[in-house]
């Protein structure tokens, strides 16, 4: 049996995800860019839902998404200010963890930065996100990570998709022994949760699970507030119940 973690965007996903049983939620926003810090009106009523839910019995941890903007991952002073002060926000809020990571120009985890990252985090788990899979080397960012105490690692390893990174990802589990906590991420779903566990390994995945939902409301001038040939405002993607619900359940090794 492996762990579950779904990305939610706003509080309705979170109420899914809770009833649907997930292990954790990344809460973050902007999954449209791949996911920028939450506000803090969504994070503070995300961790109201889940302090319901486990007074009704049902544990689920909340990660928050630490990232200032969308792009890269090598931040100058300012965002890595901003980054730092999410991270504060996210342990003082009273959140399960975070989810961060900060390379250097030169493409390597940026040590100095994510140890003060995890000093300002506490008592929080840490994930390393996905800015391993643009490390120039990758197994010198496991021992970097290992070094700094990192408790999880969410990967594709190094491809597009957790299943066009399988091979990988297999080798990191074993190779790393339990001592960071694999996530397989990139494409997982409702559809492919089972195979990618099945030929990797790994003890917990990571999936957005999403849809586009949306429409103008009724009477609104359609009128662009993004630049010429942006994605329309009203659509955004949001967690879809069945394949949510298949994910979760791949997971625990259930069909029903």
Same mark, same amino acid.
Not at 89 to 96: K, L, M, N, S, T
Not at 113 to 126: F, N
């Given at each position: 049996?492996a762990?579950?973690?779904? !990305?939610? +965007?706003?509080?309705?996903?979170? %109420?899914?995800?809770?009833?649907?049983?997930?292990?954790? &939620?990344?809460?973050?926003?902007?999954?449209?860019?791949?996911? =920028? +810090?939450?506000?803090p009106?969504?994070?503070?009523?995300?961790?109201?839902?889940?302090?319901?839910?486990?007074?009704?019995?049902?544990? +689920? %941890?909340?990660?928050?998404?630490?990232?200032?903007?969308r792009?890269?991952?090598?931040?100058?002073?300012?965002?890595?200010?901003?980054?730092?002060?999410? =991270?504060v926000?996210?342990?003082?809020? #009273?959140?399960?963890g975070?989810?961060?990571?900060?390379?250097?120009?030169?493409?390597?985890?940026? =040590?100095?930065?994510?140890? %003060?990252?995890?000093?300002?985090?506490?008592?929080?788990?840490?994930?390393?996100?996905?800015?391993?899979d643009?490390?120039r080397?990758?197994?010198?960012?496991?021992?970097?990570?290992?070094g700094?105490?990192?408790?999880?690692?969410?990967? *594709?390893?190094?491809? *597009?998709?957790?299943?066009?990174?399988?091979?990988? !990802?297999?080798?990191? =589990?074993?190779?790393?022994?339990?001592? &960071?906590?694999?996530?397989?991420?990139?494409?997982v779903?409702?559809? *492919?949760?089972?195979?990618?566990?099945?030929?990797?390994?790994?003890?917990? &995945?990571?999936?957005?699970?999403?849809?586009?939902?949306?429409?103008?409301?009724?009477?609104?001038?359609?009128?662009?507030? #993004?630049?010429?040939?942006?994605?329309?405002?009203?659509?955004?993607? +949001?967690?879809?119940?069945?394949?949510?619900?298949?994910?979760?359940?791949?997971?625990?090794?259930? *069909?029903?």
């Open positions: 049996m762990r579950s973690e779904l !990305l939610c +965007t706003d509080l309705a996903s979170v %109420e899914l995800a809770l009833d649907l049983g997930a292990d954790r &939620i990344e809460l973050c926003a902007a999954l449209e860019v791949g996911g =920028v +810090t939450p506000g009106g969504l994070l503070r009523r995300a961790l109201q839902a889940r302090d319901r839910a486990a007074a009704a019995g049902r544990e +689920t %941890e909340v990660v928050v998404l630490t990232r200032p903007r792009g890269d991952f090598a931040l100058d002073a300012g965002d890595f200010g901003a980054l730092l002060a999410d =991270v926000a996210a342990r003082e809020a #009273g959140a399960d975070v989810a961060l990571g900060v390379l250097t120009q030169q493409g390597e985890v940026d =040590v100095s930065r994510t140890a %003060e990252l995890m000093a300002a985090a506490g008592a929080m788990r840490v994930t390393f996100h996905r800015a391993f643009q490390l080397d990758r197994a010198a960012g496991v021992e970097a990570l290992l700094l105490g990192v408790h999880r690692l969410l990967t *594709s390893g190094g491809a *597009s998709s957790a299943w066009e990174g399988r091979v990988e !990802l297999r080798a990191l =589990v074993e190779g790393l022994g339990g001592r &960071i906590e694999v996530v397989a991420a990139g494409g779903s409702g559809d *492919s949760a089972a195979r990618v566990l099945e030929a990797t390994g790994v003890p917990a &995945i990571h999936g957005s699970c999403s849809a586009p939902v949306g429409s103008p409301p009724p009477g609104a001038a359609a009128v662009a507030l #993004g630049k010429p040939g942006a994605a329309p405002e009203e659509l955004r993607l +949001t967690l879809d119940a069945e394949s949510a619900g298949r994910f979760v359940r791949a997971a625990t090794g259930t *069909s029903s």
